[in-house]
């Protein structure tokens, strides 16, 4: 307890000394992206980095909130201080790090190729850029199509179909409007479950997820890589993946 100084009668403690003040923190998240976050049927949002978002914040004695936002207007959303973090699986990449901080990765994704069950779209077709290809608008699938089969003139840009998200995409797919869906492997496979479309390889692009911060928040940053340090090595995070069927 603190003392006012002088104060001889009552002893009165300062409501700021109490220390039950938490600071909160908006995550930037993406509604449609399964197991990592999305939003259940009674509208809460849900999924590993959500589990792991809150377990980091009661750690730390931080408290969060979480808020949907376009993947393609998330980082923009960051820097104007919309959300204060993306913990949304999203990909460290050179340049996002030049807009934003990353914490230290979590987790290592490739991209998966999936077309409709009984097509003959294979994935050397799409590696040969010969197959029109849908993904999320603005994700590293996009970026790598663009990188990869546009600039070197293998498929012109019209044959890559960006969508806000990736169920969308897949929708797409099954109605045959675009040959295939590249997307992050574990996510594209949740995404896909119980519809008429398989996954016919992968691209090993061996991206790492991060938590993006903004670069002037050096105190959040620091709060979150030691949280999720401390989850790295608790048995919470084994549980987290068999609960998500990530293992
Ligand atoms: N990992 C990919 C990226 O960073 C896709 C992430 C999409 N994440 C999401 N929450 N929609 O671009």
Redesign the pocket.
């Known amino acids: 307890a603190v003392l006012f100084a002088g104060c001889t009668g009552t002893q009165t403690e300062t409501p700021a000394a109490t220390g039950s003040e938490k600071q909160t923190y908006i995550i930037g998240?993406?509604a449609e992206?399964p197991n990592?976050?999305f939003i259940d049927k009674d509208g809460n949002a849900v999924g590993f980095d959500v589990d792991s978002a809150k377990w980091i914040a009661e750690q730390q004695g931080i408290e969060v909130t979480f808020q949907p936002v376009a993947?393609d207007s998330i980082i923009p959303a960051l820097q104007a201080k919309k959300i204060d973090m993306v913990y949304?699986?999203?990909?460290i990449t050179d340049e996002r790090k030049e807009k934003v901080n990353f914490t230290n990765p979590y987790w290592t994704?490739n991209q998966d190729v999936a077309a409709r069950e009984g097509s003959s779209v294979t994935l050397d077709d799409v590696l040969a850029g010969s197959a029109t290809i849908g993904t999320?608008r603005?994700?590293?699938a996009a970026i790598w199509v663009e990188e990869n089969l546009i600039e070197t003139g293998k498929m012109p840009a019209e044959n890559l179909k960006q969508y806000d998200n990736t169920p969308l995409a897949v929708n797409d797919l099954e109605a045959g409007r675009v040959d295939a869906v590249m997307y992050?492997d574990l996510v594209l496979k949740d995404i896909i479950a119980g519809k008429s479309v398989h996954i016919i390889g992968s691209v090993e692009t061996n991206?790492q997820?991060g938590i993006a911060i903004r670069k002037d928040d050096v105190e959040l940053l620091n709060t979150m890589n030691e949280g999720l340090g401390k989850l790295m090595n608790d048995p919470y995070w084994d549980e987290l993946q068999a609960k998500y069927n990530m293992a």
């Open positions: 998240i993406d992206y990592f976050t993947w949304a699986g999203m990909t994704v999320q603005g994700c590293t992050d991206e997820f």
